[in-house]
């Protein structure tokens, strides 16, 4: 029962926790999701380009992650990325990749499908008319792209964006599977330690919970400002 | 690659003794289908209450359905997960923590519960877009007609806003049947956990992993067609979702 329960265990983890932990975390988040936001971009400019067989690859790509258990995901980038990187590099045997980088991979492939259909949608939203003209002042692909079509799309899709973001920085608990210090694994590391399951798992229940529900009130209160803007 | 790759691994017997290791895959298979369609029940029940709490006029009631919505969709599954399997049984009195710790399947039941629970949290906001896109004069009319608030649900609000939610529901149950993979980290040797420690006796890894994926694809495409067929069976002519 809550009669013994421990706040001093919280209170001397807490430099591990949010150091180790929520630094791990936070890192793996921001990266991840400008990772994903550049590689999902890509995608989906490829499944729009026009190209047949461009946009087939880039499709298969999305649905194939997309079916996929983000836990069975982490497994296959942690067992596979060594052998990438051997057959990039020609090296003799497979090379060695720290936690952070094998995560940081898996996160930005498995995020780029979804953030690829987040932009997908908000470069379909953008009027016809648009890189029609773009195109009528001279400007070629890339640039009509660049300058014209993207930062509108980027612009409509913020919130959704963001709202992935939050659900990303949820799911990034899961390398947990990797034995990894993130927020999560520093908290359960301390509790197996210390024999604290549930002080230390209720804290991080509600710190992921606070910095969610911030995080989500903050885009929602964003949402409106942008839809009177406009 | 230097890989050794070996794809008679799965005709080889599997170090449990439980035959070889393909039925050791599909054993993990049959689990998480088990777990899958458990929480997609308790998903769809608790999803269906607080959807319709969110629209009903009144403040508590869509009060109490936000708060719900917030409470599950703000933490990471798998530290849900955690509170149900760790950190329930230590709260509750002494007798009822031990019985729950003791029951067999512990693992089965915190993840069908856990995933079901954090799923209906996404099944009620999909409900409550589904009510909330339904033209106003339907509950208006239901009002006129004399029906009281639970019949305007029952045969008017419900049946159609379920036709128009069918395609996301779709997707929240394939969500449902990936997300149990969470539970590997309870113990639960659902497909994930099985293609793991297929991995870790055999040291065949892709093998492992490649026959897994093949059959979350595989569910996939089965799950998909089947609500395919069924969005044509209740599609309503002339209607929104019909042709």
Redesign the interface.
């Known amino acids: 029962?809550?009669g013994n329960f421990d706040f001093d265990v919280i209170r001397r983890s807490l430099p591990y926790l949010f150091y180790e932990g929520m630094t791990f975390t936070v890192m793996l988040t921001a990266l991840a999701a400008t990772g994903g936001l550049i590689v999902g971009t890509l995608i989906a400019l490829m499944r729009l380009s026009g190209y047949r067989l461009l946009g087939r690859i880039a499709g298969l790509y999305v649905d194939?992650i997309r079916?996929?258990?983000?836990?069975?995901v982490i497994?296959?980038f942690y067992?596979?990325v060594p052998?990438i990187g051997?057959?990039l590099t020609g090296a003799s045997?497979p090379i060695k990749v720290g936690a952070f980088s094998s995560s940081l991979i898996t996160f930005i492939m498995f995020e780029a499908a979804y953030f690829s259909e987040i932009m997908r949608a908000g470069i379909q939203s953008i009027s016809r008319g648009q890189p029609a003209a773009a195109q009528a002042l001279g400007l070629n692909y890339w640039q009509t792209m660049r300058y014209v079509v993207l930062p509108q799309a980027f612009r409509n899709m913020v919130p959704v964006l963001l709202t992935q973001t939050i659900v990303l920085f949820?799911?990034t608990?899961?390398v947990?599977?990797l034995s990894i210090t993130d927020f999560?694994g520093a908290a359960?590391k301390v509790a197996q330690r210390d024999g604290r399951?549930?002080e230390m798992?209720?804290f991080?229940?509600l710190v992921?919970?606070t910095i969610?529900?911030v995080a989500?009130f903050a885009v929602r209160r964003l949402q409106t400002r942008i839809a009177v803007l406009r | 690659?230097?890989?050794h790759w070996n794809w008679h691994i799965f005709f080889e017997p599997n170090p449990m003794g439980t035959g070889n290791y393909l039925d050791m895959l599909l054993s993990g298979l049959r689990l998480t289908v088990e777990t899958a369609v458990l929480a997609w029940i308790i998903a769809l029940a608790f999803g269906i209450v607080v959807g319709v709490l969110r629209t009903l006029p009144s403040r508590t009631a869509s009060w109490i359905g936000f708060a719900y919505v917030?409470?599950f969709?703000?933490?990471?599954?798998?530290?849900?997960l955690?509170?149900w399997f760790?950190?329930l049984p230590?709260?509750l009195?002494r007798a009822a923590g031990l019985w729950l710790k003791q029951l067999p399947n512990a693992p089965f039941w915190t993840a069908a519960i856990g995933v079901g629970l954090f799923m209906s949290a996404r099944v009620a906001v999909q409900l409550q877009a589904g009510i909330g896109s339904l033209p106003r004069g339907q509950r208006m009319a239901a009002t006129a007609l004399g029906l009281t608030t639970v019949q305007t649900y029952r045969y008017v609000l419900l049946p159609m806003a379920f036709r128009i939610i069918l395609p996301p529901l779709t997707s929240e149950f394939?969500n449902t049947?990936?997300?149990?993979?969470?539970a590997?980290?309870i113990g639960l040797l659902e497909l994930?956990g099985e293609?793991?420690s297929m991995?870790e006796f055999s040291f065949q890894?892709?093998e492992a992993?490649t026959a897994?994926?093949v059959m979350?694809?595989l569910l996939?495409v089965i799950v998909v067609t089947a609500m395919r067929l069924l969005e044509r069976r209740v599609a309503v002519p002339g209607y929104i979702t019909g042709k």
Request: charged share 10%.
């Open positions: 029962m809550l194939f079916s996929l258990p983000l836990v069975l497994f296959w067992f596979l052998y051997q057959w045997r949820q799911d608990s899961l947990y599977v999560l359960s399951l549930v798992y209720l991080a229940a992921y919970f969610s529900c989500s | 690659m230097n890989y917030e409470f969709r703000n933490m990471p599954l798998l530290v849900q955690f509170l760790f950190v230590e709260l009195p394939l049947i990936k997300n149990t993979a969470v590997i980290t994930t293609a793991r991995e890894v892709f992993f897994a994926t979350y694809l996939n």
